[in-house]
């Protein structure tokens, strides 16, 4: 059984944050040189790359990373580090992370790893896998979700031009600072007693509907409606719940943010039209947030249930961060209800921000969000795990498609998009970093066909948090936004480093090669305007 070993025996140590990979695995994948690895490793196209079978043990299928030239010498020098390093310490690379979930129980298709693809726990974060419904020996993991779950980006419109922000922008940022709670251990404003938690974990956007917070159109902008149906409010447990009650309708910390953006170009007038967007210099608001410290629990109190059930039904894993359970199995099942409810959540407290927002520029502009047309053009996970429909060797089957780091982009005329949508495909949101550009893309065929209907989600980080840290200085990060014309509002002046543009993969060359790929396609390019972080 070499390189695999079931939960109960020593693996890895997966200290030290999300991220952490401590690579002890006594096998001879893990003395190979980076010469050796790379004959496991061939080029397809211009922009995508093949893992064959043999990169690490037991893996079911093979698999495939989109990178361009410039994003590959990431992944290769990565790899290059982690063989130098004899396989001790440090992070497992992102191409064997994609690897050894290729080897998971009823994995089909590929692998898949984004452009943005860097290492995470378990899976690397960018990465997506789709397992067959149909298969009693199909897993699902939490490590193929993320820790935040539903952690996603909500964009609003507004008839506004740059000009009609720009004499107001401070007053603006410091009004959506003082709206929006932000930072780590942020209190929410919206009302909640532990009686609407449960109904809000049940019931997503409906809560917010009900309780006047969100607009009916709001839904019809929102992936899933605003609400998973297979959601379980009683298989969430009490430590999540605390955890969340105090938290909804925050911003929390780490990468999200609340902006006030411009839209800088146009790619497809038509589809931006569809969006109510219909120049350049149009002012939009982008929210990017998750399910906070309930999302976070539910992943922890699942990892633990996973590990028991691994040793019970003999489930072998690569690596002991792809903790996994069968989906029929009672942890399995389980798992997704309170997945489903985190979900929930989450679309709740984006909608809790947005009710915030509106408020902030009702008061600012003094008139109505309505007269301002806020309305939401789009709002998409890019940490989730669901039951879709997909062709498989010629045969429709039913997946469950985990989405980590990774952003669902269905194509024109698929019958899970809003109608608005039905001719341009999906709007796809990609959030960059703090002054960096978002882009808005749309689903394709093609990227239905390749990556079940699967595409990027923002830049992908270059550096770890502790070398953004130990590499730059905040006031010249701060300096450098205030050159480019950003107001900033940021709770933390350590999270300015993390966040800092240097931190990241290049998100115009990510999008790009989604673009050039197929998989996805440009749309609008935002820049910022004014930034609000935790």
């Known amino acids: 059984r070499s390189g695999s070993w079931s939960m109960g025996e020593p693996g890895p140590a997966a200290g030290g944050g999300c991220c952490a990979e401590t690579s002890n695995v006594k096998s001879d994948t893990s003395q190979r040189t980076y010469e050796e690895e790379m004959e496991y490793i061939e080029r397809l ?9 043999g990169c690490v043990p037991n893996m079911r299928v093979e698999g495939k990373f ?24 440090g992070f497992l690379p992102a191409i064997k992370q994609i690897a050894n979930v290729a080897a998971l129980p009823g994995i089909v298709g590929q692998s898949i790893g984004l452009p943005d693809v860097h290492s995470g726990y378990g899976f690397a974060i960018g990465n997506m896998a789709a397992f067959d419904m149909a298969d ?36 603006l940022a410091q009004s959506l600072f003082d709206h929006i709670p932000v930072g780590v251990g942020s209190k929410g404003v919206i009302p909640m007693r532990a009686k609407d938690l449960e109904e809000a974990l049940e019931m997503g956007m409906d809560w917010s509907l009900r309780e006047g917070y969100a607009w009916a159109e709001d839904k019809e902008h929102c992936e899933e409606y605003g609400r998973m149906l297979n959601a379980d409010s009683s298989k969430v447990s009490a430590r999540a719940k605390k955890r969340g009650l105090p938290q909804l309708g925050t911003l929390g910390a780490g990468n999200h943010y609340c902006e006030i953006q411009v839209v800088d170009e146009i790619f497809d007038e038509a589809a931006a039209s569809k969006m109510g967007i219909s120049r350049v210099g149009q002012v939009v608001v982008m929210i990017h947030s998750g399910s906070r410290g309930l999302g976070h629990q539910v992943a922890t109190d699942a990892l633990v249930a996973m590990e028991k059930a691994m040793k019970r039904d003999g489930i072998q894993v690569n690596d002991r961060q792809l903790a996994c359970a ?26 809790s921000m947005t009710f915030l927002v509106r408020q902030a520029f009702a008061k600012a502009f003094q008139t109505t969000p309505d007269e301002l047309d806020m309305h939401v053009i789009y709002d998409v996970s890019h940490n989730i795990a669901k039951i879709e429909k997909h062709m498989v060797n010629g045969e429709m089957k039913d997946l469950l498609v985990h989405r980590k780091g990774a952003t669902r982009a269905f194509p024109p005329h698929h019958p ?81 480093m993390e966040e800092a543009p240097e931190s990241y993969k290049d998100v115009i060359q990510v999008v790009e090669t989604c673009h050039v790929a197929g998989i996805s396609k ?10 609000i972080k935790g």
């Open 45 to 53: 196209t211009p922009t995508s790359w093949r893992i064959k079978i």
């Open 66 to 89: 989109y990178v361009n030239p410039t994003l590959e010498k990431l992944m290769f020098e990565e790899l290059q580090q982690h063989t130098g390093s004899r396989g001790v310490g």
């Open 136 to 171: 009693p020996d199909a897993v699902v993991s939490p490590g193929g979700v993320g820790f935040d779950i539903n952690c996603g980006v909500r964009l609003l419109r507004t008839n506004l031009d740059e000009a009609d922000v720009d004499p107001i922008k401070e007053q």
């Open 326 to 351: 069968k989906i029929a199995s009672k942890e399995g099942q389980n798992y997704l209800a309170a997945m489903a409810a985190a979900a929930n959540y989450a679309w709740v407290n984006r909608s």
């Open 416 to 496: 899970l998009i809003p109608v608005d949508y039905q001719l341009t495909g999906q709007p796809v949101l990609i959030g960059g970093t703090m002054g960096t550009c978002s882009y808005v893309l749309t689903g394709t065929e093609k990227g239905m066909r390749e990556t079940f209907g699967s595409t990027c989600h923002g830049a992908g980080r270059a550096w770890s948090r502790a070398k953004s840290r130990r590499t730059l200085d905040y006031q010249e990060v701060l300096g450098k936004l205030k050159e480019q014309g950003i107001s900033i509002r940021v709770a933390s002046p350590k999270l300015v």
């Open 522 to 531: 440009k749309v609008l390019k935002l820049r910022p305007i004014a930034v």
